[in-house]
Nanobody, 116 residues
Framework: QVRLVESGGGLVQPGGSLRLSCAASGSIFSIVAMGWYRQAPGKQRDLVATITSGGSTNYADSVKGRFTISRGYRKNTAFLQMHSLLPEDTATYYC??????????WGQGTQITVSS
């Protein structure tokens, strides 16, 4: 059974930084890409950033220049370094792994609150 474990959320002041981590386990398939998505109350879940197994990255316009996604030495891990956080970054952040052929998994979510 695929399992994604996220960590690193919390409360931070505007302008602050946080780093999210995601570790995937339990799949017999290779990971094609990993990503982070977020969902604010009453809103849909939106893409934040993705990274492929080859290292190609994609970011939402709203986080470009502030967030950086990376893969760990162990390719089943991903990180999201966030700087210059804004109140509108407040959301539940979900890790996603894409195994291709329509197969994907989601983490349980970690809450980030940006507030003074």
């Amino acid at each position: 059974q695929v399992r994604l474990v996220e960590s690193g959320g919390g409360l931070v002041q505007p302008g602050g930084s946080l780093r999210l981590s995601c570790a995937a386990s339990g799949s017999i398939f290779s990971i094609v890409a990993m990503g982070w998505y977020r969902q604010a109350p009453g809103k849909q879940r939106d893409l934040v950033a993705t990274i492929t197994s080859g290292g190609s990255t994609n970011y939402a316009d709203s986080v470009k220049g502030r967030f950086t996604i990376s893969r760990g030495y162990r390719k089943n891990t991903a990180f999201l370094q966030m700087h210059s956080l804004l109140p509108e970054d407040t959301a539940t952040y979900y890790c996603n792994t894409d195994y291709g052929a329509g197969l994907a998994a989601w983490g349980q979510g970690t809450q980030i609150t940006v507030s003074s």
